[in-house]
C-alpha cells in the first residue's frame, strides 16, 4: 500500500468532535492537511513517526491532537470543540523520505496522498 485511506470524517454540530483515521504507507513523518472552501490546501499537524515528535499549526489551537499506532500503520487526528470554520476536506499525507526545503505543513514535503475525508461542522 502506497496511498493514504482516510476514514472518520461527517457531520457534527459546532462544539463536537470527531476522529480522524489514515492507514498509511510506512513513512518518516505523517501529515493531516485540510482545504477549506475557497481557500488553498493547509496543514493541520504532522508527526514524525520514529521518535512521536508533533507539529502543529495555529489553527489547531490545542484541539486537535495527531496521534499513530505503529503496530498498525496508523495515523489519527483527534479533533475536538470543532467550529464552522473547521469544515473542509481533509487529507491524509505521507511524506517519500526525502526533504525538499520546506516546513512540515508544506504540501510538496508529501509524496503520497489520500483522497480526502469531508468534515462539516455546523453552527
Known amino acids: 500500500q502506497v496511498q493514504p485511506v482516510e476514514s472518520g470524517g461527517g457531520s457534527v454540530q459546532a462544539g463536537g468532535s470527531l476522529r480522524l483515521s489514515c492507514a498509511a504507507p510506512?513513512?518518516?513523518?505523517l501529515a493531516w492537511f485540510r482545504q477549506r472552501p475557497g481557500k488553498e490546501r493547509e496543514g493541520v499537524a504532522a508527526?514524525?513517526?520514529?521518535?512521536?515528535?508533533?507539529y502543529y499549526a495555529a489553527s489547531a489551537g490545542g484541539r486537535f491532537t495527531i496521534s499513530q499506532d505503529k503496530r498498525k500503520n496508523m495515523v489519527y487526528l483527534h479533533m475536538n470543540s470543532l467550529q464552522p470554520e473547521d469544515t473542509a476536506m481533509y487529507y491524509c499525507?505521507?511524506?517519500?523520505?526525502?526533504?525538499?526545503?520546506?516546513?512540515?505543513?508544506?504540501?510538496?514535503?508529501?509524496?503520497?496522498w489520500g483522497q480526502g475525508t469531508q468534515v462539516t461542522v455546523s453552527s
Open positions: 510506512y513513512s518518516n513523518r
Open positions: 499525507a505521507a511524506s517519500d523520505g526525502k526533504t525538499y526545503g520546506g516546513s512540515w505543513a508544506a504540501s510538496y514535503e508529501y509524496a503520497y
Open positions: 508527526i514524525s513517526t520514529a521518535g512521536g515528535r508533533t
